[in-house]
């Protein structure tokens, strides 16, 4: 093997295939990369075998070939080098990259131990632009569970339904549904691994396909294609727990909002950074307590319509949800003090937030 190619065309193409190695693993041939250099073009690969990729890019090839090496490794280094063109080769079981001033030598393993990673299309599939799906999932992704031995709450949730894409996430502490127009005759419900952020983000300004066969999800695009295995879970039904028409409104500045968590929160304490919120149509203040900082009160300007009551949050948990909110008011409604509120834009219809409240 060996080939010649632009050493920042090469870090950008194994840039794009660094999400599907994994962060650790038992097989050692699963840290590696697989490139192959083949009819003027070199193919990388990687996967963890719930995460796949495969891209491809041309290049000036002597010899054909292919090889496997450790993926991380060889990101490092590119990232390291001066963008000039650089000589990659395969010889007596080292890859090898020379540029002018020098050159590394990569220890390779056999690439036939290396899984096989085909690409797939089915009849149930949708085309979108990647800059449309990445916003929504960006969205909503920061709601995901993590390691939840609920596995559906480890995923988002893409639900086609009524000329929708619905985006669901959520840690059963919070809830980000994400809705926008999309006309399909496809009528799916899929958990998707939240990692697939990532590879929309890399395909940002392009048309996609996605194709969904069985519990596998392929995107496919210009010079390759992703591979995500889909978690294997049903989704509950989330509309249920979303309050209809909350009584108690709340409505305020986000930057007001923002402003006096970012100043209380110090006054909270971990893991649940506890804050009360007292409503009534005189005040709206804000309360917070630490045994080892002190306590924190503070009157927030805004508009509250409903029944006078308190109610305690997560402090983070609710500055995170107002960050994500992109206009400049946002609307609370209540129902409880003990049952979720609805987190929004004044103007947002498609776009919401549920945080479950605490015990004070």
């Known amino acids: ?49 719930e995460l796949s990729s495969k891209i491809s890019f041309e290049a000036k090839i002597d010899e054909e070939g292919i090889a496997t090496l450790d993926g991380k490794g060889l990101n490092k280094l590119l990232t390291n080098l001066p963008n000039e063109i650089i000589e990659c080769s395969l010889s007596g079981g080292d890859f090898i990259i020379r540029w002018s001033k020098g050159e590394y030598k990569f220890r390779t393993m056999d690439p036939e131990d290396f899984p096989k990673i085909e690409k797939f299309e089915s009849d149930v599939f949708f085309e979108i632009d990647a800059n449309i799906l ?88 210009k010079n390759g294609f992703y591979l995500i295995r889909l978690i294997d879970e049903t989704y509950p039904q989330y509309q249920d727990v979303i309050p209809k028409d909350p009584p108690n409104v709340l409505e305020g500045n986000k930057r007001d909002f923002l402003d006096t968590l970012k100043r209380l929160i110090p006054f909270t304490t971990s893991p649940n950074f506890p804050i009360k919120i007292s409503l009534s149509k005189e005040s709206v203040i804000f309360t917070a307590q630490s045994p080892e900082f002190g306590e924190a009160k503070e009157e927030v ?43 929004k834009g004044y103007q947002s219809e498609d776009f919401l937030f549920l945080l479950m409240p605490i015990r004070l």
């Open 134 to 221: 990445l916003k929504g999932i960006k969205k909503v992704s920061f709601c995901v569970g993590k390691n939840d031995p609920r596995a559906y709450l480890n995923g988002i949730l893409f639900e086609f339904k009524n000329d929708k894409l619905n985006l669901v996430a959520s840690d059963a502490h919070r809830l980000g549904l994400f809705s926008f127009i999309y006309e399909s005759k496809i009528s799916e419900r899929i958990i998707v691994n939240p990692k697939i952020e990532d590879f929309i983000e890399s395909r940002k300004g392009e048309k996609i396909k996605i194709f969904i066969k069985e519990n596998n999800l392929c995107i496919d695009f």
């Open 1 to 49: 093997m060996k080939f010649y190619v632009e050493k920042n065309f090469f870090e950008e193409n194994v840039k794009d295939i660094q999400v599907s190695l994994p962060s650790r693993t038992t097989l050692p041939i699963l840290e590696n990369i697989l490139i192959e250099a083949k009819e003027n073009k070199v193919y990388l690969s990687s996967t963890d075998l």
């Open 301 to 343: 300007p805004a508009e509250y319509r409903g029944k006078t009551m308190e109610i305690g949050f997560n402090a983070k948990y609710l500055q995170d949800i107002i960050k994500e909110i992109d206009e400049e008011t946002c609307v609370l409604k209540f129902t409880e003090p003990e049952r979720a509120v609805i987190i």
